[in-house]
Nanobody
Framework: QVQLVESGGGLVQAGGSLTLSCAAS????????MGWYRQAPGKQRELVAT???????NYADSVKGRFTISRDNAKNTVYLQMNSLKPEDTGVYSC???????????????WGQGTQVTVSS
């Protein structure tokens, strides 16, 4: 059973910084694409950033240049460094572990419970 546990959320003023962490149990971490997603009140969940097992990264346009995703395979942990935070970054941030085959078939798709990030203006 894979468990993803997020931490590091909280309340911060606009312009501030936060670092989120997601610790994964199980043996799949190093082969998984890890991602951070967020959901604001009344909105659909959206991609924030992903990092592949090889370290390739992808970011939503709205966070490029401000957020950095990284991973530590030795610690089974993925991080999201968030700088220059804006009120529109407010939401529940969830960690995701996913693996697809070479043909795109989804082998697994695990989610954490989420951590609240609130940015005040």
């Amino acid at each position: 059973q894979v468990q993803l546990v997020e931490s590091g959320g909280g309340l911060v003023q606009a312009g501030g910084s936060l670092t989120l962490s997601c610790a994964a149990s199980g043996s799949i971490f190093s082969i998984s694409t890890m991602g951070w997603y967020r959901q604001a009140p009344g909105k659909q969940r959206e991609l924030v950033a992903t990092i592949t097992s090889g370290g390739g990264t992808n970011y939503a346009d709205s966070v490029k240049g401000r957020f950095t995703i990284s991973r530590d395979n030795a610690k089974n942990t993925v991080y999201l460094q968030m700088n220059s935070l804006k009120p529109e970054d407010t939401g529940v941030y969830s960690c995701n572990a996913r693996k697809r085959t070479a043909y795109g078939y989804l082998l697994y798709d695990h989610w954490g419970q989420g951590t609240q990030v609130t940015v005040s203006s």
